[in-house]
Nanobody
Framework: VQLQASGGGLVQAGGSLRLSCSASGRTFSGYSMGWFRQVPGKEREFVAAFHRSRTNTYYDESVKGRFTISRDNAKNTVYLQMNSLKPEDTAVYYC???????????????????WGQGTLVTVSS
């Protein structure tokens, strides 16, 4: 599976961005998807995800209420709508996916097999 992330850019604090991640090589059915982010010198951290069962979405506490993960199965695309952005949201954002994640591992980057190339989000104060 190839994942292609896009939509990053420069935005002022309080603004919004929507990231997209398109998948090729398979359908979304049975595929869990997540977003992670990383700043230089720090570990890649979990942002949001949905499980392939489609029953639940998961968010890091730092983005809950501000970010929304969604998917369009017809387009094989997952989105991350980011509102009320803060300077601390500045990072490279990566989408990731796997067909074999269990819900207890949904927040772990090690559980994901496929990764996109990353898209930079910069939030100015």
């Amino acid at each position: 599976v190839q994942l292609q992330a896009s939509g990053g850019g420069l935005v002022q604090a309080g603004g919004s961005l929507r990231l997209s991640c398109s998948a090729s090589g398979r359908t979304f059915s049975g595929y869990s998807m997540g977003w992670f982010r990383q700043v230089p010198g720090k570990e890649r951290e979990f942002v949001a995800a949905f499980h392939r069962s489609r029953t639940n979405t998961y968010y890091d506490e730092s983005v809950k209420g501000r970010f929304t993960i969604s998917r369009d199965n017809a387009k094989n695309t997952v989105y991350l709508q980011m509102n009320s952005l803060k300077p601390e949201d500045t990072a490279v954002y990566y989408c990731a996916g796997s067909s074999s994640i269990i819900t207890s591992s949904i927040r772990s980057s090690n559980a994901y097999r496929d990764w996109g190339q990353g898209t930079l989000v910069t939030v100015s104060s």
